[in-house]
């Protein structure tokens, strides 16, 4: 498996299919805001592809809020989870994040998510719960992590 900082364009099919494969309505974003916001992430060297032989497994994407690192989404293809992808792409970022000094990263999640449980593990913790958060009466925590 190898892991890349970099987005080929003719790559969005290929990850709006995980991300199809990862999230349903109100959740999924539209196909046009999914390649409009790799696309823009991508000039900014935020988008990490794990691949292995050619086919891309899983995907971060990632930005800058507020002086902190924000991980926008981590998408695992559902036939690819339980093999330590997720965690090795929030590593890379987290790295990355450390050494453009940022000191903390913060993400969203839907309270009924079970990556909140790997966020955990990885270190991140509950600062906030967001009512109506997502469309139609969904909530999310916001999590944080100070980078050491």
Not at 51 to 56: A, C, I, R, Y
Not at 90 to 103: D, F, H, Q, S, V
Request: aromatic share 12%.
């Amino acid at each position: 498996m190898t892991f890349r900082n970099s987005l080929d364009a003719e790559e969005l099919p290929a990850l709006y299919e995980i991300e199809k494969g990862c999230f349903q309505a109100p959740f999924l974003w539209t196909r046009t805001t999914f390649n409009k916001s790799l696309l823009t992430a991508a000039k900014k060297n935020n988008v990490w592809i794990a691949e292995e032989s050619g086919k891309v497994l899983g995907f971060l994407l990632a930005d800058k809020e507020f002086g902190k690192g924000y991980i926008d989404t981590v998408d695992v293809s559902p036939k690819a989870r339980g093999k330590g992808i997720a965690t090795k792409l929030i590593g890379l970022y987290e790295a990355a994040a450390k050494k453009r000094g940022l000191t903390e990263v913060k993400l969203e999640v839907n309270t009924d998510n079970p990556a909140q449980i790997l966020y955990f593990k990885l270190g991140y913790r509950v600062v906030a719960f967001r009512r109506n958060y997502y469309k139609l009466n969904y909530h999310a925590l916001t999590m944080s992590k100070k980078l050491a």
